[in-house]
């Protein structure tokens, strides 16, 4: 599939400030309460507290030397301004909301659950008293909030992007001679500003899980599957993202993918940090203490990716589990865990764009080069005009749509090497582009993927190594909806779709479930769910990373766009892309290193990071990488 690069994941815009990040040396700062206010945009400046001493190395990103702290109740305060003053409170940097929770009656107290979900509105809610008091409530009062709600996280960190009215009561009564909470829904509710700073997206890693074809050879490797989860960045960082990969899978990929660490496995240690050369030592409960050492070695591997995802500005140097006595289970270097547990090990060398030129010929560029040269085998010779192409991530294998969709090649890179027969012939009439065949799509399994189309609807097929007879692969959340493109990713467990309803062309995630048996697979996508559910129209999308995509699209009225897209549905944190007029096709290495390439007015043009676009060839179609 085809898309531009574009920011947000945690790049507050509108009202947000940022609090300064530390650099330079290592040095200690005092700071009393919120005396930064300004800089960190603090809720309200506290008139007492303990002088803090903070030390600034080394320190993950969210771990500012500004703090942002509530204020508690005033005496007489009317409810509204109680109101909003525990809202403002909420967006502390308190692990256990303890300023906020003095704004609650003591029954409130006793059943408020702040961490079951939190509400994101695009701005802060709206505190306003009920317009016509209750005369059977005389000696209480109520209050709504309102806006407008655009995600929820859950009570396992999981991302919802979540449009619709919010409309939640708040009562008081009074307690004491001042009015306090008395009911109030569980959880949290933030403005998209307080929440792009409270919280940031971090991946945890688990273990993809093929059931019934976890036989093959390459699904046995160890293939490491990024799950996004929002968590406080400011709150112990570090000891927060191990506690979320040790609960578990989010609910979405718990079906595909699986965790080394044996059910029940805590932490014996309230409080991690890296140390002075960036090693990181983890005491676990007994749960884990009877591992063998390849399951050990697993678990420090997902411990390894999962925290330098937190600690992005520091490298882990080494992770070391310990059982809870302090004696070393196993340890796991920075260059064994990339070797061996790379999450981007299976999406191939990247060494190459690719895409089809003015002479019909499938050409390959290295960064290195000016100029594309053709690949080896039939594909590179221009004999056979080609609508789509896909190169393996071995680098060793086409595939190819003829010019008029009906008919899918797949033919080796070698010199000497016959097109062949076609392996796939469309049903249907390819009269445009978007009928017949997609472009195919390799996984990092070496299976190819494709989708069939007609004016009606759509089929999606896998062909094992590419050579095997098409398997018929079940969409049931699908519909009457018609497949327009498709993108798998390395790892096999996830599929990017992009999906047409009645004239709106939509990006879609679905998982890849492997059921039956190991001679006779049944092979499913389940669970679509939007990715940039804000844009309208999407035109292309590619895979730019373990849990994120680039897309191309426009809002509803809008101009066409390019961004980064978690594959949660939120915005990366990547920063934003320069624009580039007329894309229809793009293509991201999964190595984020990577430029990106596309197929826009100019013609292909390529984008290497911390540049601008640069035109690559005035003529060419269907830019890709391996994949």
């Not at 398997?471 to 096999?492: N, Q, T």
């Not at 680039?550 to 320069?578: C, H, I, K």
């Not at 292909?604 to 676009?613: E, G, K, S, Y």
Request: charged fraction near 25%.
């Amino acid at each position: 599939m085809d898309t531009e690069r574009g920011g947000g994941r945690g790049e507050g815009t509108g009202s947000r400030t940022r609090a300064r990040r530390g650099a330079g040396p290592a040095r200690k700062f005092l700071l009393l309460g919120c005396a930064a206010a300004l800089l960190a945009g603090c809720a309200s400046m506290p008139d007492s507290g303990d002088v803090t001493a903070v030390d600034q190395s080394p320190r993950s990103e969210g771990e500012s030397q500004v703090r942002v702290y509530g204020v508690p109740p005033q005496d007489g305060a009317q409810p509204t301004n109680i109101v909003r003053s525990f809202l403002d409170a909420t967006t502390s940097d308190e692990a256990d909301f303890r300023t906020a929770t003095q704004y609650l009656a003591k029954s409130a107290k006793r059943t408020w659950r702040p961490f079951q979900v939190t509400n994101v509105l695009q701005e802060r809610p709206k505190p306003e008293p009920k317009a016509l008091p209750n005369r059977e409530d005389s000696n209480g009062y109520t209050v709504t909030l309102s806006g407008s709600q655009v995600a929820a996280v859950d009570d396992s960190h999981a991302y919802t992007p979540e449009e619709k009215p919010y409309r939640q009561a708040i009562h008081l009564i009074k307690e004491d001679g001042q009015w306090r909470i008395d009911r109030l829904p569980n959880g949290l509710v933030l403005g998209l500003s307080d929440f792009q700073r409270i919280y940031r997206s971090v991946n945890k890693y688990y273990f993809a899980s093929y059931n019934s074809e976890s036989g093959e050879p390459k699904a046995n490797r160890n293939v490491l599957v990024a799950d996004p989860v929002y968590l406080r960045q400011r709150i112990k960082p570090i000891t927060a993202s191990v506690k979320a990969l040790l609960s578990g899978p989010t609910d979405w990929l718990n079906k595909v993918t699986t965790s080394a660490f044996p059910t029940g496995t805590k932490l014996a240690a309230h409080d991690l940090a890296l140390d002075d050369s960036n090693a990181l030592h983890v005491k676990l409960s007994k749960d884990a203490v009877n591992t063998d050492a390849r399951q050990c070695e697993q678990m420090a591997a997902q411990l390894f990716f999962t925290v330098q995802d937190m600690t992005r500005a520091s490298k882990v140097s080494e992770v070391e589990l310990q059982d809870n006595s302090g004696h070393r289970l196993c340890a796991l270097s920075q260059e064994d865990a990339d070797r061996d547990f790379a999450p981007s090990a299976g999406t191939g060398r990247s060494g190459k764009e690719y895409f089809i030129d003015a002479d019909h010929k499938v050409v390959g560029m290295p960064d290195s080069a000016n100029e594309p040269k053709p690949v080896r085998g039939p594909f590179g010779t221009g004999k056979t005009p080609l609508r789509s192409v896909a190169i393996s991530r071995g680098e060793d294998t086409a595939a190819g749509v003829s010019g008029d969709g009906r008919s899918l090649y797949v033919a080796a890179m070698e010199d000497g090497i016959e097109r062949g027969d076609p392996l796939l012939t469309s049903t249907g009439s390819a009269k445009d582009s978007d009928m017949g065949l997609t472009a195919p799509s390799w996984d990092g399994l070496g299976d190819l993927w494709i989708a069939d189309r007609d004016a009606h609807g759509s089929r999606l097929l896998r062909l094992r190594e590419g050579k095997s007879a098409p398997e018929k692969v079940a969409v049931p959340d699908l519909g009457g909806r018609r497949i327009k493109a498709i993108k798998v990713a390395a790892d096999g467990i996830r599929i990017a779709v992009l999906v047409e309803d009645k004239g709106r062309t939509t990006l879609q995630l679905g998982r890849v479930e492997r059921d039956g048996s190991s001679a006779h697979p049944e092979l499913s996508v389940q669970e679509l769910r939007p990715i940039a559910p804000q844009l309208e129209d999407v035109v292309a999308a590619s895979w730019a990373g373990g849990s994120k995509l680039v897309v191309v699209g426009r809002e509803s009225g809008g101009v066409q766009q390019m961004q980064f897209m978690e594959t949660d549905g939120s915005a990366s944190n990547v920063q934003t892309l320069p624009g580039v007029n007329g894309v229809i096709a793009v293509a991201a290495s999964e190595k984020e290193e990577r430029p990106l390439i596309a197929r826009a007015t100019e013609g292909i043009v390529r984008l290497a990071l911390d540049a601008n676009w640069k035109t690559v060839a005035k003529d060419g179609t269907a830019p890709v990488y391996p994949g």
